[in-house]
Nanobody, 121 residues
Framework: QVQLVESGGGLVQAGGSLTLSCAAS????????MAWYRQPPGKQRELVAT???????DYEDSVRGRFTISRDNARNTVSLQMNSLEPEDTAVYYC???????????????WGQGTQVTVSS
């Protein structure tokens, strides 16, 4: 049974740093895309960064150069290192991944429960 659990959220001052992590648990056959989304208060959920199975990365323009997404395939984790945080980065951050569990071998999208990041001015 596959689950995603995020951790690392919290309150930081503008200019500070925070690292989020997301661990996929369960017996996993394979993982393709892993990504971070965020949902600011009162706004739509938006894609922040993505890692693809070929190792390529994609970033939303507003975080490029400040955030770094990385994955550890051996441990089925994905992290988001956030530097130079701004108040506009305040949001609930969600981890998502496309995963085939061992019991199924078919790929499905999974989502974590979200972790709050608050950046004060």
């Amino acid at each position: 049974q596959v689950q995603l659990v995020e951790s690392g959220g919290g309150l930081v001052q503008a200019g500070g740093s925070l690292t989020l992590s997301c661990a996929a648990s369960g017996t996993i056959f394979g993982i393709s895309r892993m990504a971070w989304y965020r949902q600011p208060p009162g706004k739509q959920r938006e894609l922040v960064a993505t890692t693809f199975s070929d190792g390529s990365l994609d970033y939303e323009d507003s975080v490029r150069g400040r955030f770094t997404i990385s994955r550890d395939n051996a441990r089925n984790t994905v992290s988001l290192q956030m530097n130079s945080l701004e108040p506009e980065d305040t949001a609930v951050y969600y981890c998502t991944a496309t995963i085939a569990p061992y019991s199924d071998f078919r790929y499905h999208d999974y989502w974590g429960q979200g972790t709050q990041v608050t950046v004060s001015s």
